[in-house]
């Protein structure tokens, strides 16, 4: 079946734009979750959909980062205000809500490039 | 807290050779570890997981890894490398209470001809 899809693939904007990064999940996961991956800081945890939970938003690094999930399906991962730090990869995964619930299944990532 | 050490952050192995990639974890309780290959511009791929039962896991591609609880640490071995086998590989770690995974800073492997 259809993996983890994200969009856009590559997203150029100058600083103090807002973007908005989206992942589709695959088809009955559950849980979603948003990583960064950057040059300085490696792969890090940004925040954290399970169902109709509250999400855990721990890892966002500050409050210019957002994201939902509608419909406990697609999510949305905004920055406002883009900081030329914020440039990164941004990678989505889902899982299954059952015993491989620690399996996730990664996208393959938005490009975000602040000039 | 967990945390995930991988040493070095390159290696290079010539084609038919043993491929040896090292991890060790930190972590109060029984972790779950996990090996994700990366391919250039792609997400990341499951290699391979541990979680109970048998210390000793097979993956795809070949490649497997040997949880050793006295050691912390989960190496990646594929006996005989292949030149597809280039990539970026990342050690990550989650345990039973939570579910974020925590990633080490990988090791990017080169294989010559």
Redesign the interface.
Known sequence: GAG?SQSPSNKVTEKGKDVELRCDPISGHT?L?W?RQSLGQ????LI?F?GNSAP?KS?LPSDRFSAERTGGSVSTLTIQRTQQEDSAVY?C?S?PNNRL?????????TRLTVT | AQSVTQLGSHVSVSEGALVLLRCNYSSSVPPYLFWYVQYPNQGLQLLLKYTTGATLVKGINGFEAEFKKSETSFHLTKPSAHMSDAAEYFCAVTKDSSYKLIFGSGTRLLVRP
């Open positions: 983890v849980a979750y990583y490696g792969l890090e945890f954290y399970q855990d890892g990678l995964a899982s619930h620690y399996e996730q299944y990664f996208g393959p990532g």
